[in-house]
């Protein structure tokens, strides 16, 4: 037993190669797995920029707000970034550095203010975000949308106090300053009491000309008062509304995404285990030395199981879409650039797999690499930016660059839908990965034989 | 050594070939000449560079010094393990290399093999069905394709049992008298006496001995050796390997 594992040991560490796979890779794999599940939907990191002029008191129904306390509270649910102007924050959200910017503008404190007030002037918060594809749009917007409710919440008892108020005045009477002057509100109790009293008595020609004159303005008033309230209770219900700007990002329907993911996956899985099976089984078949003696050259073998790969992946993807579109709606009109997307995606992936297989030189190995490396590549390609660290985004927007997932997925959401990204970048991204990945693959040709 | 010298008729000859894998010398200067019609047996221990030789014969390696002068046309290379596609059908697969050595008329030339290799009954089955000797038989076909002046055969009888071997080198001597060049390497010193007509033997990369099985026996007459085997285990030890 003691041998065997002292011989095991000598094995790994004369096949580096082999150890930076078995060891080495599923760990960095599995670290940033890790971090990116434990950081994903706790905190999510917001830039905050605070416009407000520093000393600005906010007083409401006559209670003076500590804001140093409401800024705290807010850091405490998200990660606040503080940024000092408004390009950083823009510059953050594009960047992924943040999931969203929160700005309060300097009109913020006044328009608090004015809730408590009949001239009621809603205040906005402005949020930049980036939706770079439909589940990171949901997921701002969920973030979002819950710290504003909680704000909200908040400030509507107080202006719902303030309301109160104002009710009680409509129903009792009593005297309202407004504008400077002093306005004396009869109230709906002394009107019914008027009312009543002269209601049995009134002939024509009734000397309670005056009384009923008092009665015409009250109900004039109250129509005026039940003006105001229209945006009064609105801004009970929500007193602050929120401006949202998309920064960067043009995210396609959730189905649209959906069935971009499906399709890369399986156009990934499809293409990478069938052209690094195909070129290790030339080995395994010792037909490798034979067929490149002099009957084809290298580069065209793996020209060969590159093209196997794309026509047979354009196959199987349009296949399944095809199977799809019976239960979600696929955009045909768009077939020539969903074909293109296939292609470019099926290149990328096919010259992936061609470094498998040539590296892997064993079928099963091949198989059991591209397992390998495939799915967490594809798993940390859907981690969104903003809620990771930035350095761990960074880590990871490094790792997607280097294989084809990211791309083919973006080509794919540009294909499928016309508010998707935008087809270019992706496509040139698959061409320069294929090329690289060609390359690769024919330098581990070398050792191949 | 006993060097032959390429006469007018050799079809493929070699001079001062070397070739290294790090600090490992595989061949260190070796220069030999094959002619016409010839069974060329490479013998020598293990790491002799035996196949390392055939490679550079064949031109999957490249030699790090020396010249190998081939003749025009295909050199026929069969490895040791057979290279064939083993879920093709062995018409499949002499069809396949046909079409890649651009033979003009490949279903000829697949019929033609078939032929050759008896092996007509069971073109339709896949060749991972057949035996190791029908599979080598195969394997040999696919090599003579082109019509190769020169067979490179690396321990075509490994693996096989004493009467798959028998219908091989019958195979394999009917192409010889043919006119077809055939060099091979082998471990089994028996097949090579039987069916070399001269031997080159290799030891560290070096060419120690090249002419007929009788000339080695002849080579140690101080050895007492009685069998060929004998005699070659005195000639390496006199040589100091």
């Known amino acids: 037993m003691r041998w065997l594992f002292i011989k095991d040991l000598q094995i790994l560490r004369r096949s580096p190669l082999l150890t930076i796979l078995l060891i080495v890779y599923p760990i960095a794999i599995a670290v940033l797995i890790g971090f990116a599940l434990s950081r994903g939907p706790e905190k999510p990191r917001v830039a905050f920029l605070n416009e407000i002029p520093a000393g600005t008191p906010l007083v409401i129904n006559g209670q003076q707000l500590d804001i140093t306390t409401a800024h705290s509270e807010l850091c405490s649910r998200i990660d606040c970034v503080d940024v000092s102007s408004e390009q950083q924050a823009r510059d953050m959200v594009k960047s992924g550095d943040v999931l969203a910017a929160l700005i309060l503008p300097k009109d913020f404190i006044s328009n608090l203010e004015s809730l408590a007030s009949l001239t009621p002037s809603q205040p906005t918060v402005k949020v930049l975000v980036n939706e770079e594809d439909p589940v990171k749009a949901g997921l701002v917007n969920d973030r979002i949308s819950t710290l504003i409710n909680q704000a909200n919440l908040k400030l509507s008892k107080k202006v719902t106090r303030l309301s109160a108020t104002y009710l009680t005045l409509l129903l009792r009477g009593g005297h309202l300053s407004l504008l400077g002057q002093t306005l004396n509100i009869l109230g709906l109790q002394n009107t019914q009491k008027i009312l009543q009293s002269i209601q049995p008595e009134l002939p024509k020609n009734s000397p309670f000309a005056t009384d009923l004159a008092r009665v015409i303005n009250f109900a004039r008033l109250a129509r005026q008062n039940l003006d105001l309230a229209t945006p009064l209770l609105s801004s009970i219900a929500h007193p602050i509304d929120v401006h949202k700007e998309v920064v960067s990002g043009s995210p396609p329907s959730l189905d649209a995404f959906a069935i971009s993911v499906a399709a890369t996956v399986t156009l990934m899985f499809v293409t990478v285990l069938l052209v690094a099976g195909s070129l290790a089984l030339e080995r395994e078949e010792n037909a490798f030395a034979r067929l490149t003696r002099g009957l084809v050259g290298k580069w065209a073998l793996l020209g060969e199981k590159v093209l196997l790969g794309v026509v047979l992946s354009i196959v199987v993807t349009l296949v399944m879409l095809a199977g799809l579109s019976l239960f979600v709606h696929i955009d045909w009109s768009r077939f020539g650039l969903i074909l293109l997307a296939i292609a470019a995606g099926g290149l990328g992936f096919a010259a992936f797999g061609a470094f498998i297989g040539a590296g892997a030189r064993e079928v099963r190995a091949s198989s059991l690499l591209a397992f390998m490396i495939s799915l967490p590549v594809a798993f940390i390609s859907l981690v969104e930016s903003g809620t990771v660290s930035p350095a761990l985004f960074d880590v990871i927007k490094v790792v997607r660059a280097l294989f084809p997932f990211d791309a083919a997925l973006d080509a794919m959401s540009g294909a499928l839908d016309a508010s998707g990204p935008a087809l270019a970048m992706p496509l040139i991204h698959l061409a320069i990965l294929g090329a690289a990945y060609g390359v690769l693959a024919r330098i581990a040709l070398r050792r191949f034989a | ?241």
């Not at chain 2, 219908?167 to 028996?190: P, Q």
């Open chain 2, 1 to 241: 050594m006993n060097g032959v010298e390429a006469g007018g008729d050799a079809v493929i000859e070699t001079r001062g070939l070397a070739k290294a894998f790090g600090d490992r010398e595989a061949l260190r200067g070796v220069s030999f000449a094959a002619h016409r019609g010839e069974l060329l047996a490479v013998i020598g221990p293990n790491g002799a560079g035996k196949t390392t030789l055939l490679s550079i014969l064949a031109g999957i390696r490249r030699p790090d010094a020396g010249s190998v002068s081939r003749p025009p046309g295909e050199i026929g290379w069969v490895p040791q393990q057979a290279a064939l596609y083993r879920r093709l059908t062995v018409a499949e697969n002499l069809r396949l290399f046909a079409r890649l050595e651009k033979v003009p008329d490949p279903d000829a030339s697949v019929e033609e093999m078939l032929a050759q290799t008896a092996l007509e009954d069971r073109r339709d089955d896949q060749a991972g069905t057949l035996s190791g000797g029908n599979q080598q038989r195969i394997n040999i076909a696919i090599g003579l394709l082109a019509r190769p002046a020169v067979l490179l055969l690396d321990e075509p009888s490994a693996g096989l049992d004493p009467r798959q071997r028998e219908r091989l080198w019958e195979f394999v001597l009917g192409l010889a008298g043919g006119g077809t060049t055939v060099i091979f390497s082998t471990h089994d010193l028996a097949e090579a006496e039987r069916y070399g007509q001269r031997l080159l033997v290799l030891a560290d990369g070096e060419n120690l001995f090249d002419g007929t099985p009788p000339a080695l026996h002849a080579a140690v007459p101080e050895s007492g050796a009685r069998d060929f085997e004998g005699a070659f285990v005195a000639f390496l030890r006199e040589r100091g390997h």
